[in-house]
């Protein structure tokens, strides 16, 4: 098999830091096409990295039927955007949150399944050292069945969300828009922009599926600190929540506990640890080395490349970012009525894989 194509569709601020580069580095891949609004900006990324191809239309983009796509556009164009390459017949990296809606996150993935295509969320915690197998684990009854999960995440985000951003912008090959990050109507705010990572690795990780919420969000432009009560199919209960609380440059402090059947689990990200209590004292754990479980995001987009030779894994498969989208969507209308618990809208998980 030839060098795979793969364009960028939203080449701003993070795509030109991390998803362009990691695709550079690998031999297998030719930057095919790129699109972004602003003609100066535009001839900039195409010719900085070399693409062979520029516009500022998705669609000039998708019609050079590349292998991979990958759409790093703003929050509320991600539906557009991802279901046009879909239509196009590439397989896509999708950029989280995935996007605003329920119903259109999963109006995607069955897109994908009906194209055969894959589609990949941005979750880049997944691809960490050993979190693959610790899912294993949990999943296989570390803990035994599942009753409670408690999950915190505090991001060192809070001029992204309610200010003029972070210093190491001002250095950035592109500067972000602060209008995405800011404005309620196109996503805006700590639980798209940040939840959108523990909530889908807290549902990866467990394979639970969300069936209500009840929330509350502190007032505000947009919201800073979020805490929701989540019951899942099955009848295990949880939590998320989360704050911009940590100061740039410092690492977010993100905890997962589980409690079962069999016992309970700690896991901090931000101290690449786990530890697993069982009942029966049955010794069970994966060992992490100091900063394998620093975030970094490369891994999803070598998991698109590689998929598209016919190889690899998923580990941020297009349902468990639709499952996300579940959760902060009900938990948004939640707490706009006042915290009472709500419905998750769309359809659950399991139907949508079985359609």
Same mark, same amino acid.
């Given at each position: ?22 695709? *550079? ?9 790129? $699109? ?36 790093? +556009? ?9 279901? %046009? ?10 950029? *989280? ?7 259109? &996150? ?6 994908? =399944? ?15 050292? *050993? ?6 684990? /949990? ?15 505090? +991001? ?18 592109? =500067?972000?828009? /602060? ?6 109507? =196109? ?10 990572? +523990? ?11 969300? *069936? ?59 101290? %690449? ?23 970094? $995001? ?9 998929? &598209?030779?016919? =190889? ?10 639709? &499952? ?5 969507? &009900? ?23 079985? +359609?």
């Amino acid at each position: 098999m030839g060098r795979i194509r793969v364009s960028v569709v939203g080449a701003g601020w993070y795509a030109a830091e991390n998803h362009i580069p990691a695709l *550079k580095a690998r031999d297998d891949v030719a930057l095919d096409g790129v $699109c972004r609004l602003g003609a100066e900006a535009l001839e900039r990324v195409r010719g900085h990295f070399g693409f062979a191809f520029a516009s500022e239309d998705h669609r000039d983009v998708l019609a050079r039927r590349p292998d991979a796509v990958i759409v790093a +556009s703003p929050h509320d164009l991600h539906y557009v955007h991802v279901r %046009d390459a879909i239509e196009a017949g590439c397989h896509v990296l999708c950029e *989280k949150p995935m996007t605003l809606a329920p119903a259109e &996150a999963w109006d995607l993935v069955r897109r994908a =399944k009906s194209s055969g295509r894959h589609l990949l969320i941005a979750n880049g915690y997944h691809y960490l050292p *050993k979190l693959d197998r610790l899912r294993s684990l /949990i999943q296989g009854g570390a803990v035994g069945r599942i009753e409670h999960l408690a999950c915190s995440f505090v +991001s060192a985000t809070r001029r992204v969300f309610d200010g003029d951003g972070l210093a190491r912008w001002k250095t950035a090959f592109f =500067k972000p828009d /602060i209008a995405t990050w800011q404005d309620p109507a =196109k996503g805006g705010g700590f639980a798209y922009g940040q939840l959108s990572h +523990s909530v889908a690795l807290s549902l990866w990780l467990t394979g639970l599926e969300p *069936k209500s919420v009840g929330a509350r969000v502190a007032p505000g432009a947009v919201d800073l600190v979020d805490a929701a009560s989540v019951a899942f199919e099955g009848g295990a209960l949880g939590t998320f929540s989360g704050a911009a609380g940590m100061p740039e440059g410092q690492r977010a402090i993100l905890t997962i506990q589980l409690s079962g059947s069999e016992g309970a689990l700690d896991l901090a990200v931000h101290r %690449d640890h786990v530890s697993i209590h069982r009942h029966d004292g049955r010794p069970q754990g994966v060992d992490f080395a100091p900063g394998d479980l620093v975030y970094r $995001c490369d891994g999803p987009v070598n998991a698109l490349v590689d998929l &598209a030779a016919g =190889k690899g894994e998923n580990l941020s498969p297009g349902e468990t970012g639709a &499952a996300t989208i579940d959760v902060i969507e &009900a938990m948004l209308r939640s707490a706009r009525a006042g915290g009472a618990p709500v419905e998750i809208a769309s359809p659950s998980p399991l139907l949508a894989r079985a +359609s």
